[in-house]
């Protein structure tokens, strides 16, 4: 995969300043493996880190399918890594993740912006 992924919808381009990627517009089901393997490219371009960043404040829609798929990957992740996802309150993730027992993971956290 490369650095950057665009299309009508949606943009990925990876974190500056910290192992990660920050997502622009609305993320849909056909997203689900863009963004996959942008976040499994990432940390394999930083294996050395204990937390990979998924920025969502730029994210004015997140379907349910792909908050699913990045859960998939925190679950596939091994337990000394974790996965932050960074988000607006208006995405609703908290509660989006508790509805479904998301919230319990120990390899997910999340920081409302």
């Keep these: 995969m490369t650095d950057h992924y ?5 943009f990925i381009t990876p974190l500056g300043h910290a192992p990660g990627i920050r997502l622009f517009g609305q993320v849909t089901a056909a997203h689900k ?12 371009q930083h294996q050395d880190t204990t937390d990979v960043t998924v920025d969502l404040t730029g994210v004015h829609y997140l379907s349910q ?41 120990d390899n997910l956290q999340v920081n409302e912006d």
């Design 33 to 44: 493996s863009p963004v996959t393997l942008a976040v499994l490219h990432c940390h394999g």
């Design 6 to 10: 665009i299309d009508d919808l949606m």
């Design 65 to 105: 399918d792909a908050l699913k798929a990045l859960i998939d990957v925190a679950r596939a992740l091994p337990p000394s890594l974790r996965l932050t996802l960074r988000a607006r309150p208006e995405l609703g993730l908290p509660e989006r993740l508790a509805t479904h027992g998301w919230h319990e993971m």
